[in-house]
Each structure stands twice: as structure tokens, then as C-alpha cells.
């Protein structure tokens, strides 16, 4: 069993202009014009409300490391190094209806979410009819964004029946520790039922064999 990361987080470029108006009916006409409220805060700077291009942002985190992916908001001449931190939705439609940009410093550490994905075929626990399950999504990590991991990808080729991955045997890249009890499953290969049909069909023998000897 085995486990790694898929190439590290790459900086994107996203241009944002400043001064937006505040109010509910302001961010409403503003989202009918495909643009985002957002603000940007964080390493002891005043916040700042932007405005951005929904269409900017959708190819801005297009890559493989998504909502993780490090942006350079350009802001009026200023550039700030940021990545998402939370994003608001629509109840109803679920378009984006605001972000919170959470300015970063390149070399001090922060806690992100980290994609979890399962790579090869289990062959030895689909033969038995049963599958491979993942507890979560994500994994929460703490480093920092210059080795920042796009994707967790976590090997079950090798897998059978019972076995279980655990957070600490995850190999994370060199500046990068996983948060949460070494302990935890992450990976599980639960039996099928061919496993399950087995002791069945011993008890069901057991009665047999008893009747040949009474009747002996």
C-alpha cells in the first residue's frame, strides 16, 4: 500500500479592483453582472473589498490544485500572494456569491484541506465482492505554500480484504504534517460477500455432519 502527492500547489495570477460598493442590493446587482464581492485579509493588513471577474476566477482555479491554488491578486499596482478561504454560494443556485481571499506569507505555515484520491484497482477485495471505502474527502494539513500539495493520492492496488490506511502512514511532502490521530482510518477494504457466504456455509454443513452420525 502505498501513498504521495501529486505535484505542488502553482501560483495563478488574478486581477481584482478595489472600491466596491457595499449592501445587499449593490452585491446583488453586481453578481448579475458576473462579478464577485470579495475581501482580502490577513497578515496584519486593513482588509480590503474587491470586486472580481467570475469568469477570472473559474479559470484561475481550473488546475489540479482547485480552491487551493495560490493566487497573485493584483489589486491597483499591489500585488498580494492569497489563497481562498472561504467561498459563499447561492442557497439556491449555487453560483459563488462572495470569497474571502486570505493574504499568505510565502514561507510562514498555514492549515489547508488536501483532495484525497485513490489510485489503481483493488483486485484482490472487488474478486471478493467487496470495495474500497475513503472516511474522508480531504486530509487537513499544516504547510507551507511553497510545498503546498495539490492532491493526496493514496495507493489501494495492493489492498485486501480488512486492510485499512491510516492517517500516519500517508507520505506528505518535506515541510508538510498532517493534522489528526496517526490512528484514524483514512482507507478502509471492507469484505463482500463471498466473505460473508463463507461461514455461512459451514454452519450450514455443520447440521449434515451431525446427521450422518446419528444416523450411523
Known amino acids: 500500500m502505498g501513498s504521495g502527492m501529486k505535484g505542488l500547489a502553482m ?14 442590493a449593490a452585491s446583488r446587482r453586481l453578481r ?25 476566477l473559474r479559470n484561475a482555479l481550473s488546475g489540479a490544485a482547485g480552491s487551493n491554488t495560490i493566487l497573485e491578486i493584483s489589486v491597483d499596482g499591489n500585488v498580494y500572494p ?23 506569507n510565502m514561507s510562514e505555515e498555514l492549515t489547508i484541506s488536501v483532495p484525497v484520491v485513490l489510485a489503481g484497482e483493488a483486485k484482490a477485495v472487488l474478486a471478493d465482492g467487496g470495495l474500497v471505502d475513503a472516511s474522508s474527502d480531504t486530509i ?11 492532491e493526496i493520492t493514496i495507493d489501494i492496488t495492493n489492498m485486501k480484504p480488512g486492510d485499512v490506511i491510516r492517517l500516519g502512514e500517508i507520505k506528505l511532502p518535506a515541510g508538510t504534517r498532517a493534522l489528526g490521530d496517526p490512528e484514524l482510518a483514512i482507507v478502509t477494504a ?13 454452519e450450514g454443513a455443520a447440521p449434515a455432519a451431525g446427521d450422518d452420525k446419528a444416523k450411523s
Open 11 to 24: 501560483s495563478t495570477t488574478l486581477v481584482a479592483t478595489s472600491g466596491r460598493n457595499t449592501g445587499s
Open 32 to 56: 448579475r453582472e458576473e462579478k464577485i464581492p470579495s475581501v482580502i485579509y490577513g497578515q496584519g493588513m486593513d482588509p480590503i473589498s474587491v470586486l472580481i471577474e467570475r469568469r477570472d
Open 82 to 104: 492569497a489563497v481562498v478561504k472561504e467561498m459563499q454560494r447561492h442557497p439556491v443556485r449555487r453560483t459563488v456569491a462572495h470569497v474571502d481571499f486570505l493574504r499568505i
Open 140 to 150: 487537513d494539513i499544516v504547510t507551507t505554500p511553497a510545498n503546498m500539495p495539490s
Open 190 to 202: 471492507i469484505a463482500g460477500s463471498k466473505a460473508e457466504a463463507a461461514p455461512a456455509a459451514a
